[in-house]
């Protein structure tokens, strides 16, 4: 059996057993989707009435934005998942054994992956029952859906260096939450870039997640025809922007993942 | 060369985390077949000890073979060859007991169905095939601590390392998890295992290394290590302070050394050596003097005794700082 063969093999048992843990524990799965399902009400409802975007309904500008935000905090449970594993000693024996050296990290990061499918598909029906609509073909629409999970993947693999690094689950939320927040808020996603100040707007410009919400926005057709043409190169190419943002992330996330995991051990 | 007969050899090991020094030129040899207990308290080095030897961790110098492969260099192939079951019991609350193993046999690569044979297998050994089906999160710690050891033993490794197999363990289920422990060493596994329970080393190693510092500063049999501390003692209690001076008097031919009196004057030590014949002679002349006992009994130092000579602090000293 090749390597490359052997980390997968080894990487669907783990991915089993981190899936094994969400149908066992069905908290879990129910609390990450009831946050965004609350975000979407809340915008939608509370902070709907007072950003308005010109030309179009804020609910269908919102719902890329939200979609972005869920699943980049989707993506934080890789990190937090590991360092409960280190915390727990499990990780101690995965390092004892015979296994491929990538395959925990393979196992975790695509498990998180299907949470963020679940949560994808709940989010959608909120957003269809709060009045959004999807205005492209089904093709655009699942490229959509793909896109995004695909980013969430790669920071996935970011998160995962920070939950080994800390190892411990409850300092990872703090420290993801000071990452993430600001990533999530200065951006396109809630509101238009072009309304923010100075160096907000060039940070929300070149923000990766302003790339996938805007090319969210551009493949489910929530796009403003009134609004004018962004006037910087990455919003002009959101989708082209966001798959390298992907191929960025991963090269440069999954090894620096796998050497943090070669050297983690449980205190 | 590799010494076959030799399952552990580790020489002047170093590990090094900034300026604290956790193996200081550790050096073992643990032969096929036999139990090696690593005794110290915590802060010792004994877990380092274990995670260099187990590649979790590397070490700065020295070297190192397990069953002879080299620590760093044979890392992947030493994997395949030995089981480790460390401090914290690290089963999946998640999963049951038996969808733990499995896993671990798939990740030994044992294939699908001898995987699961195996885990059935060490279910019904470690008895706990009624529980095997429901998740860990309902299992007792004694039951924890079975499912974490069948889980190092799922590849029948040739050499084991058990590391606090039985800390933060009850009574009762401590000694479960000595019968099930001896039960294992008697098949001829090679077994490390460390321990600040000096009564734990003394049921289960056939040697043991008392460490300190990150360095090995005894090795023997638990009864060698008794020895170097001093012989036998009979001790007697008295119920007053009178008596005892009669009783030092009457004890004074046999003793080997210093005879002790504690503080309330009504408790002694008597050095001695020969066995129960001093102290049947002991209690004879006791009995003459007519002098009333109520407590009497032989005994040979613990390795709380040995410990405390060796290090010159005791064992549970260091008690409370954070683990290894």
Redesign the interface.
Known sequence: MSAFA?ALG?GA??A??NL??IK??PDLIVFSTLSPIMFVLLFAYVFGGSIAIPGMDYREFLMAGIFAQTVVFGATITGAGLADDIQ???I????????ARS?VLIGRTTSDLANNVIVIVVMSITGLIVGWRIHSSPLEALAGFALLLLFAYAVSWGMAIVGLMVRSPEVFNNASFIAIFPLTFIANTFVQESSLPGPLKTFAEWNPVSAVTAAARHLFGNTNPLSPVPDVWSLQHPVLMTLIWVVVFLLVFVPLAIRQYRKA??? | MTRMAEAIVAEGLVKRYGSVVALDGLDLVVPEGTVMGLLGPNGAGKTTTVRVLTTLLEHDEGKATVAGLDVVADAKELRRRIGLSGQYAAVDENLTGFENLDMVGRLYHLGKKASRERARELLERFDLVDAADRPVKGYSGGMRRRLDLAGALVAKPSVLFLDEPTTGLDPRSRLGMWDVISELVAGGTTLLLTTQYLEEADRLADKIAVIDHGKVIALGTANELKDQVGGERLELTVSSAQDAELAKTALAPLAIGEIALDDRGHRLTVPVSGGADVLVDGIRRLDSESIKVLDIGLRRPTLDDVFLTLTGHAAEEKQGEQGE
């Open positions: 052997q080894d048992v783990v089993k057993r094994i843990k066992r524990v727990k000693g499990v101690d024996r995965f390092r004892s054994l015979p296994m395959a051990v449980a205190r």
